[in-house]
Every structure is written in structure tokens, then in C-alpha cells.
């Protein structure tokens, strides 16, 4: 059975740090996109940002330089690493995978996502 499963999120401080990992089985991704979306309360899912076969990496407008992803395809895991965190940042993240590019909605891979929570 072919799953992606997200961790690593929580409560952090405005200012503080997490890492979010997304374990892929089932099959080998190194050919996939990997990347992350995120969703909060009320609001449209939101694209934080991939990382291409090629390892190449895109991130959305509101990243500003504060993500970084990468991914160790020996171990099959993607991962998100978020500095600087401030509330706007509160949602819940999913990982994604998908062939050559990731899309807003249709991936063929999601996790079933983490919360991150950034007090102020």
C-alpha cells in the first residue's frame, strides 16, 4: 500500500522552529515531486513549496525565505524546515506527491497532514 505520512508538527512560539517530515512507502518517489501544501481554518489550501526530481525547489510567495525543503531519497522522506514561524503560519500542513510538478488539488499522493500551531 502506497502512503505518505506527515509528522513533526505542534506548538511552537512565534520566532521558533519546526521540521515536518513526510515518510514515503510503498513504492520509491525519487521520480515524484515532494512537497508541501497547507490549509487553515476558513481559508483556501495554500502551496508552501516542492522539491523536483531534478532537486530543484519552488516555495510560495508567503515563504520569503524562511523554508527550506529537501529530501533523502534513500529513506524515502521529505522534509519541511520552518524558521522565523509567526501565527500566520497556523495550519495544517500536507505533504503531496505527485509526477514532474506538484498541482493545488489533483496530486496523486497526500499525507493526512499535521497541525502547526504559532503562538505570539
Known amino acids: 500500500q502506497v502512503q505518505l505520512v506527515d509528522s513533526g508538527g505542534g506548538l511552537v512560539q512565534a520566532g521558533g522552529s519546526l521540521r515536518l517530515s513526510c515518510a514515503a512507502s510503498g513504492r520509491s518517489f525519487s521520480d515524484y515531486a515532494m512537497g508541501w501544501f497547507r490549509q487553515a481554518p476558513e481559508k483556501a489550501r495554500e502551496y508552501v513549496g516542492e522539491?523536483?526530481?531534478?532537486?530543484?525547489?519552488y516555495y510560495g510567495g508567503f515563504v520569503k525565505g524562511r523554508f527550506t525543503i529537501s529530501r533523502d531519497n534513500a529513506k524515502n522522506t521529505t522534509y519541511l524546515q520552518m524558521e522565523n514561524l509567526n501565527p500566520e503560519d497556523t495550519a495544517v500542513y500536507y505533504c503531496?506527491?505527485?509526477?514532474?510538478?506538484?498541482?493545488?488539488?489533483?496530486?496523486?499522493?497526500w499525507g493526512q497532514g499535521t497541525q502547526v500551531t504559532v503562538s505570539s
Open positions: 503531496a506527491a505527485n509526477r514532474r510538478f506538484l498541482k493545488i488539488s489533483a496530486n496523486d499522493y
Open positions: 522539491i523536483r526530481p531534478s532537486g530543484s525547489t
